[in-house]
């Protein structure tokens, strides 16, 4: 066996070993794509460049390597609900590859891959597999006899361990359509014993779950074209895209036991060892918690370093379930307060020097991760209290299943994992209905699936004229003649045009796309956005005709584009004023550069104070007045990075990069618009400072004539102010805190007088009892300001009646209501608020529920309400005798 690497050491080897045969080494993309609409997350090291297989983009360099940062949280083979249970599914998984576009293809693919494994790595050639594509006869492809002579060619695989598999393994395919071609996959024998596989089950190569045989490095090579309809075309240029996870070879290189067991998960398995007092590696669920927290640490911390949050909806949701789901099996640990934080510097420091945003995160990600276990261990509280209803529910009835949809319920709302839902329950003696689950987790998942397929329809570009496309020149130019290249109509019928040359800046960085106007002899063109589609500037036009090969005049609209340069300018000022006001920690975590305003996203875990907001705006006031020409130049990303210029986090930055300095106070890699001088700007004022998330705070601010006319609309307030309320301007926050105080005053009386006249209609109320079978009844339709107002007449209500059933209607802000409660010998005699008034409802068209005790309702057809009010006691007595037969 090879020697034993560290998995630094294997990453910059593979690096190495392909920078040494001509690729360039491409930094990893952040680990959600922001200009694919169809990929929550990364989750593969080719999504950087689909652009190029698409023929959307183009990059100045043929070969390429890199370690990608990938997530998959979800999916047919890798749902989150078995990362834990076995020793490699992972959520967060490094992808080591090397890329040729249009160059080199299965020959050298082949031979570097068996010279890396093998002659650098030492891997034995006896226990190594390859397979190729077997062909397909219904599509009229015929088997990769090309890739499997090259294996037997270069290497010393025996023909016995070239094996042919079928499309499943061995044809890769981008989506329904586009580019594809078959794979040629290294597979490794890790020795009998490996297997996890359940009893009867035949270890080979691609058999399903076998961990014994596993596979080492996908070489996929791409050479045709499916059509929309399926038909399928060999590609004019053909690439090269290969894959193989760090986690896995560096398990086999240090001859580990599992993934688990490398020097990747190790030291944070030692992490979660040290703080529930005892090791991993004993066996049994707590095993099974110790996986889940390590490979959850990693996707989390790798995720909001990059500029991710845990949210409610897209990748935040997946982040949050994941981020609950390791919480959760803290507790199998004895683990009940927040812990996933104090991990976060261990990850740092195993991963911070391949990926320093880590390091350079790390108090964030943990600040993130904390506040969020915060406010999860309010909603675990409430899902073990629907837990035990449930089990006390199923124990009345002898029931000896627990609900699937409630199973559901508790890992979609509560973040309870099904694995988990399952072992509480057996130890009630309860099994959960695992089909119903499934059903409903098969809904999620193609309603998810439906989501990630919307995307903007592509069309068919109509070419033009031949040459070179999309030159931006719009930092020195407003104005230019340029050459339509091609066009397009999108779905709303507006024309897409890509120029060889343009002056319009495309939406990007948080600046909005210019607009202004495309003129020829054609026709003229009104040009409402700009946005980039791969290599290409689009510019969304309104207007009749088609262009031509004739020149057109392209002209932004200089003043919307000059307001837009303020606020840009502005938003770098902020932001450095924000780190010294505030502290190094506050990043940028989004932006809106827009003409009329500036919008700014920032890390920090408390509201600024208005003295720090007052600093803020002095500060930037400050070196607006100053005047200070910009410094505009280009740097490599090194070079910049390395002298301390912001980079922001989740941006994804070419080797070469633009810095826009305001010397001594502002330095950012940007691609946007600026003003020449500082002075420009004019004026910056703060107009509003909210919470949009934990731990991220948003500031909204204007510039210019907009800022100008906000305190210019301001000052007239205040005055109007001071002469409705016959004060000074120093005494109007007195004098207003001294009006709402009266008016609290007032409403506290109010609210004291309609209770008493509440307890006084209860009273009321029981002079209009009634006996049914034995039942005393009170219907009745009352007067109520609110929802709450009802609720509270009918609570006093119910500690009024004895053996009694109450249904109270009431028309509240144009809408019917009923409410009905049981006395507390009814709810113990298991007669139901809810069947009750959902019978009464149903004559005015509605339906409700509620608990046992109080039950409420909506009357759809609110011209029905007083007569269901007035059968209510005929339904009661029907409730009853149908109790009692």
């Known amino acids: 066996m090879a020697t034993r690497k560290s998995s630094q050491e294997i990453r910059d080897e593979f690096i190495s070993f392909f920078e040494a045969n001509g690729h360039k080494f491409v930094r990893s993309s952040p680990v959600f794509p922001q200009d694919d609409p169809t990929l929550l997350f990364t989750n593969a090291g080719m999504n950087q460049f689909k652009d190029v297989f698409l023929e959307t983009g183009t990059r100045d360099y043929r070969r390429a390597v890199n370690s990608q940062k990938c997530i998959r949280a979800s999916g047919k083979h890798n749902d989150l609900e078995d990362v834990g249970r076995d020793n490699y599914h992972h959520t967060f998984f490094e992808m080591l590859g090397n890329w040729s576009f249009g160059d080199y293809f299965k020959r050298e693919a082949i031979a570097w891959a068996w010279e890396l494994l093998v002659t650098r790595w030492g891997l034995p050639a006896e226990r190594l597999y390859a397979t190729v594509f077997e062909g397909a006869a219904d599509e009229g492809l015929q088997a990769d006899e090309e890739a499997e002579s090259l294996w037997l060619e270069l290497t010393s695989l025996p023909r016995a361990r070239v094996l042919r598999c079928g499309k499943k393994d061995n044809f890769w395919e981008m989506g329904d359509a586009g580019p594809c071609g078959p794979c040629s996959e290294i597979h490794i024998d890790l020795g009998p014993g490996t297997c996890q596989a359940p009893n009867g089950h035949t270890c080979q190569v691609n058999a399903e779950g076998c961990s014994r045989f596993i596979e080492l490095w996908n070489l996929v090579f791409i050479q045709f074209n499916r059509a929309v309809g399926g038909a399928l075309t060999p590609l004019p240029a053909q690439h090269v895209d290969t894959g193989m996870g760090l986690e896995r070879i560096t398990r086999v290189l240090q001859g580990a036991g599992s993934n688990y067991d490398t020097d990747l998960f190790r030291p944070l398995l030692d992490g979660v060892a040290e703080l529930v007092h005892r090791p991993y590696g004993q066996g049994g669920e707590p095993d099974v918690a110790f996986r889940v927290i390590a490979d959850h640490l990693r996707a989390l911390s790798f995720a909001i370093a990059d500029g991710a949050l845990p949210s409610n909806e897209g990748r935040g949701y997946v982040l949050r379930r994941m981020l609950r789901r390791a919480a959760r099996f803290g507790r199998v640990l004895d683990l009940k307060e927040p812990f996933i934080h104090k991990l976060v510097p261990r990850l740092a420091a195993v991963m911070g020097d391949a990926f320093p945003e880590v390091r350079k995160q790390a108090d964030h990600v943990a600040r993130v991760i904390r506040a969020e276990e915060e406010g999860f261990a309010q909603t675990l509280d409430r899902g073990l209290e629907l837990f035990e209803g449930i089990v006390a529910e199923q124990a009345r009835q002898g029931g000896r299943e627990f609900p699937g949809g409630e199973a559901f319920k508790l890992y979609d709302t509560f973040g309870f994992p099904v694995d988990l839902t399952r072992l509480m329950a057996a130890e009630r003696g309860l099994r959960v209905d695992m089909a119903s689950f499934e059903r409903l987790m098969e809904a999620q998942r193609a309603q998810a699936k439906a989501a990630g397929r919307m995307q903007a329809a592509e069309g068919q570009w109509t070419p033009v004229s031949g040459g070179e496309h999309s030159r931006f020149e719009g930092y020195e130019t407003l104005a230019l003649e340029a050459h339509v290249r091609a066009w397009r109509r999108d779905e709303q019928g507006r024309l897409l045009l890509v120029l060889d040359r343009t002056p319009f800046y495309a939406e990007g960085g948080g600046q909005v796309g210019d607009q202004g106007r495309i003129a020829g002899d054609a026709g003229t063109w009104q040009v409402l956005d700009v946005q980039k589609e791969g290599d290409r500037i689009v510019h969304i036009c309104a207007g009749a005709g088609e262009p031509d090969a004739r020149p057109v005049q392209a002209e932004v609209d200089a003043v919307r584009r000059a307001r837009t340069t303020l606020n840009h300018t502005a938003t770098h000022l902020m932001h450095a004023a924000l780190r010294t006001v505030l502290g190094s920690h506050v990043t940028q975590a989004g932006s809106v550069v827009h003409p009329d305003y500036l919008r700014f996203d920032y890390t920090h875990f408390e509201k600024p104070s208005e003295t720090q907001l007052d600093e803020v705006e002095r500060r930037v006031n400050a070196m607006i007045r100053a005047n ?113 105080d009266e008016r609290r005053r007032l409403e506290r009386e109010l609210k004291a007088l309609r209770k008493g006249s509440l307890a006084s209609g209860a009273e009321a109320l029981m002079q209009h009892v009634t006996q049914v079978n034995g039942v005393s009844v009170v219907a009745s339709q009352v007067e109520a300001e609110s929802v709450d107002e009802l609720r509270t007449l009918a609570d006093s209500l119910r500690r009024k009646l004895t053996h009694g059933v109450a249904v109270l209607g009431a028309v509240i802000n144009g809408k019917g209501s009923l409410l009905c409660v049981v006395s507390e010998d009814l709810v113990r005699d298991n007669v139901k608020a809810g069947d009750i008034v959902n019978r009464v409802a149903s004559i005015a068209g509605g339906r409700g529920g509620g608990p046992p005790h109080m039950a409420t309702a909506g009357a759809k057809d609110i011209s029905k309400l007083p007569l269901a009010v007035a059968q209510a006691p005929a339904v009661i007595e029907a409730y009853f005798s149908g109790r009692s037969g």
Do not use: M, W
């Not at 130049?633 to 810095?659: M, P």
């Not at 946007?672 to 107009?687: E, M, N, T, Y």
């Not at 907009?706 to 109007?720: D, F, G, I, N, P």
């Open 628 to 740: 200070k020409p910009l410094d505009i130049y280009q740097s490599s990303y090194d070079a910049a990075v390395g002298s301390g210029i912001i980079a922001l986090f989740g941006e994804k930055y070419g080797d070469r990069v633009r810095v826009v300095k305001v010397p001594g106070f502002s330095a950012e890699l940007c691609g946007g618009c600026h003003v020449h001088a500082s002075g420009d700007i004019g004026i910056f004022k703060i107009v509003s400072e909210s919470s949009i998330a934990t731990g991220v705070r948003r500031l909204v601010a204007l510039t210019g004539d907009a800022a100008e006319t906000y305190l210019r609309e301001s000052a007239r307030l205040v005055e109007q102010l001071k002469q409705t309320l016959n004060v000074s301007a120093e005494q109007l926050p007195e004098r207003l805190s001294h009006l709402l």
